[in-house]
């Protein structure tokens, strides 16, 4: 049975959803014709299912391009309008893009490919705040980190960058 968001915070973890798909960068990079298809590349770490030792059952390592989303911290901070007072639900996130290094370039050069297809997306999500989401900041949380292949337990050769995404 599929179920709507509707709460606060779920409704912010969908608008992100929707902004990063949103973005056409994104849409390009993960071969997807429409934002709706790109959500399909964006994944909410804690509805990836893990078995008893937190090993993810689904393996991600063929499905990239994609960015994955864990939830951090949720503030309620108390704004006073005059008469009307409320609370503002302040979200923050951390967003990581994976990308397999593409094949045809010296690494450099797959290095700067692959900064500039984030730099790309991270812009379009800034100008798309207000369409799906208020973000507040974007700050680097994971420095780009390239996995070379044969490392204990991530199979692969791939580019990951983690951003901290504050919205509200």
């Known amino acids: 049975m599929a179920v709507t968001p509707?709460?606060?915070s779920a409704l912010q973890l969908e608008a992100l959803r929707n902004t990063i798909a949103g973005s056409s960068t994104f849409q390009t990079w993960v071969e997807a014709e429409t934002a709706a298809a790109?959500?399909?590349?964006?994944?909410i770490d804690a509805f990836v299912p893990v078995d008893g030792e937190g090993n993810r059952l689904?393996?991600?390592t063929s499905k990239?391009?994609?960015?994955?989303?864990?939830d951090?911290?949720?503030?309620y901070d108390h704004s006073s309008g005059g008469v009307c007072e409320h609370y503002d639900l302040i979200s923050a996130f951390v967003v990581i893009f994976e990308a397999d290094v593409p094949s045809g370039y010296c690494i450099e050069d797959a290095g700067y490919w692959f900064r500039n297809h984030v730099d790309a997306v991270l812009e379009e999500m800034q100008a798309l705040t207000g369409t799906y989401i208020r973000i507040q900041s974007i700050e680097q949380e994971v420095e780009m980190t390239r996995n070379r292949p044969g490392a204990a337990g991530k199979p692969g050769d791939?580019?990951?960058?983690?951003f901290r995404i504050t919205v509200g």
């Open 6 to 8: 509707t709460g606060t």
């Open 38 to 43: 790109a959500k399909a590349s964006v994944y």
């Open 58 to 60: 689904v393996d991600l």
């Open 64 to 70: 990239r391009p994609f960015a994955i989303i864990e």
């Open 72 to 75: 951090r911290e949720r503030t």
């Open 158 to 162: 791939y580019f990951y960058w983690g």
